[in-house]
């Protein structure tokens, strides 16, 4: 098909048809989640679904890919749902507007491959690492802010946001405080596509370590947690 | 030679928490260090000691999405 041709032979044939059997939940549509959906279904992940409670705001222009001055108010799922439809009609796009919480984790996970953080606040992340666990499935974290990226894969159990986020550090707000340039999110997030995809084909990855992304100083560091 | 970010670095007699992050230029607002496994809080910086041999992770504190 020469809709992929040109992922080959990075990605096989048959790792193809894969990939378009799979699917991804993705928490969170804003900066790194519409970075990270474009990829996966432009590389040809066949089922996403993602889920976001918020709509676009101005000040989200500055970094997140599916925002435009055109869609300002429009909830992010729906904004998610018609670029794949433009990019790639051959992904099927489960566009689900709320917020992840305690009573709809387990739904969301349901019979997903892999979970994408793509959040914006600890105790989400933290929510979906212990949903995640409970459903068996890899998680593939990331985290951004000003020129800094982090990149994770956790299997279940591994809790390694325990790590990341220490008790002590969890009311920081520090999320919300912070710059955020479109460079940092689309860079952590293309990692972040990375590592969910080779966890889709059983290709080795990150394992018990953060992946650091420093682009002001131009460094990628890996860091072994556990 | 202690270990910061599972690289080797020198160790110095006396030397403290607030020292190494001086040393190594760490200065974002919100910093995650652990020795050995075991988070230090910031509060502890100026006093708490490293010994030889320590393996010390400094992460910045990332959150936003």
Redesign the interface.
């Known amino acids: 098909m020469l809709r992929y041709q040109r992922n080959h032979d990075a990605i096989s044939e048959v790792e193809q048809a894969i990939l378009a059997e799979k699917r991804v939940l993705v928490v969170?549509c804003?900066?790194?989640?519409g970075y990270v959906i474009e990829c996966l279904a432009r590389v040809g992940v066949g089922h996403l679904r993602v889920v976001d409670g918020d709509v676009f705001e101005e000040s989200n222009l500055n970094r997140q890919l599916l925002s435009s001055t055109m869609n300002l108010g429009r909830p992010k799922t729906l904004a998610a749902q018609q670029r794949i439809m433009a990019v790639n009609p051959m992904v099927e796009v489960q566009a689900i507007p709320t917020l992840l919480t305690v009573d709809n984790a387990e739904e969301l996970l349901s019979g997903c491959d892999v979970a994408v953080d793509?959040?914006?606040?600890?105790p989400d992340?933290l929510l979906l690492q212990q949903a995640a666990k409970s459903a068996g499935i890899p998680m593939v974290h990331?985290?951004?802010?000003s020129w800094?990226?982090?990149v994770c894969v956790i299997k279940p159990g591994e809790d390694l946001l325990n790590?990341?986020?220490?008790i002590?550090?969890r009311n920081?707000g520090?999320?919300g405080l912070?710059s955020?340039l479109a460079t940092s999110v689309a860079a952590t997030a293309a990692f972040q596509a990375a590592e969910t995809i080779k966890l889709l084909l059983s290709r080795p990855g990150l394992q018990g370590e953060?992946l650091?992304l420093d682009l002001l100083n131009m460094t990628v560091?890996?860091?072994?947690?556990i | 030679m202690i270990k910061v970010?599972?690289e080797d670095y020198p160790w110095h007699s006396g030397m403290t928490v607030r020292n190494l992050l001086d040393e190594k230029l760490f200065t974002?607002?919100?910093i995650?260090v652990?020795i050995n496994g075991k988070?230090v809080?910031e509060e502890d910086y100026e006093h708490f000691t490293i010994r030889d041999g320590d393996d010390v992770?400094v992460?910045?504190?990332?959150?936003?999405?």
């Open positions: 969170g804003g900066g790194l989640g793509a959040l914006d606040n600890i992340r990331a985290a951004v802010t800094l990226g982090r790590i990341l986020y220490p002590e550090t920081t520090e999320e912070t955020i953060t650091e560091t890996k860091i072994k947690l | 970010n599972t974002f607002r919100h995650i652990r988070y809080p992770i992460l910045h504190l990332i959150a936003g999405g």
